[in-house]
């Protein structure tokens, strides 16, 4: 899978990128993603792979991302040219001080060296993500972690991730709303379930795929219930309302999914649990 700067930056592009690689894990394959090469130009890069792979790690909201160096991750000094280096099996937080120790020459068989496993993940731990740097040349460490031991770093997140992404589609601009019946209204408040389209009445407002949309209930005249990212366009969500999910496909002539808006992109308002 190829992806560009501009997939990254363009959210009806980025929302494509997402959902291709969550179908294609939901179904059990394996993507091996690099960067888009024939269209990048030198000032719209994602960069070296250690940073598209904390962009691809933010991309799909993974748990964990893993970064398989040439030396068994990060170490108090260089251990090839000083014996005494000894090994630095935690870092809570990716520093200025730290990146500044690392920025020495890159490792013999990437063009990135340790500097950019850093930033990588620094960027990472910004979106809630830990990473761990391992030795990619050892059987034994590789076969550790498949047994969850880890032989290496492991560098945290700063922050939760659920709850970084909450805060942000608590507070962005929204675009429009969808006023839904009290059987969706109520699915939504046992937390854990999407917006389906058989339980929206009405769609107010133009917005497109992406945007951020409120969903008020037709049984309350008080604030929204909640706030999530719109799986389609305002369009669209007039043709498929009060329609079953698996009927979307036959209306539209195209899917992005049984939900008008997923659980993953939703935040439930004036709830403890958003508190």
Not at 106 to 115: A, K, N, Q, V
Request: charged fraction near 25%; hydrophobic fraction near 40%.
């Amino acid at each position: 899978m190829l992806l560009s700067h501009d997939d990254m930056l363009n959210r009806r592009r980025y929302l494509n990128a997402r959902n291709t690689l969550r179908e294609l894990l939901r179904v059990g394959a394996l993507p091996i993603v690099n960067e888009n090469d024939t269209v990048a130009i030198d000032k719209l890069r994602l960069g070296d792979n250690d940073n598209i792979a904390a962009a691809v790690a933010s991309l799909v909201d993974a748990d964990l991302l893993m970064i398989a160096t040439d030396i068994g991750g990060l170490y108090t000094a260089h251990p090839k040219y000083e014996p005494s280096a000894a090994p630095i099996l935690k870092v809570d937080r990716v520093t200025d001080e730290l990146l500044l120790a690392a920025s020495g020459d890159p490792g013999e068989l990437g063009t990135g060296g340790m500097l950019t496993k850093l930033e990588a993940a620094s960027k990472a731990s910004t979106a809630g993500i830990p990473t761990i740097l391992f030795c990619g040349r050892d059987a034994d460490v590789i076969r550790s972690l498949s047994d969850g031991k880890l032989h290496g770093t492991l560098l945290m997140a700063e922050s939760d991730p659920l709850t970084a992404r909450k805060q942000w589609l608590r507070h962005a601009p929204s675009c429009g709303s969808l006023t839904v019946d009290g059987g969706a209204a109520a699915a939504l408040h046992r937390r854990g379930a999407s917006l389906l389209p058989g339980g929206v009445l009405r769609v107010q407002g133009e917005f497109r795929r992406g945007d951020v949309i409120e969903v008020v209930s037709d049984q309350a005249h008080g604030p929204a219930l909640a706030r999530g990212l719109a799986q389609y366009g305002a369009a669209d969500m007039r043709r498929i309302v009060r329609r079953h999910s698996n009927e979307i496909e036959s209306v539209l002539g195209f899917t992005f999914g049984e939900s008008v808006i997923h659980r993953d992109d939703l935040v439930l308002l004036n709830t403890e649990e958003n508190a």
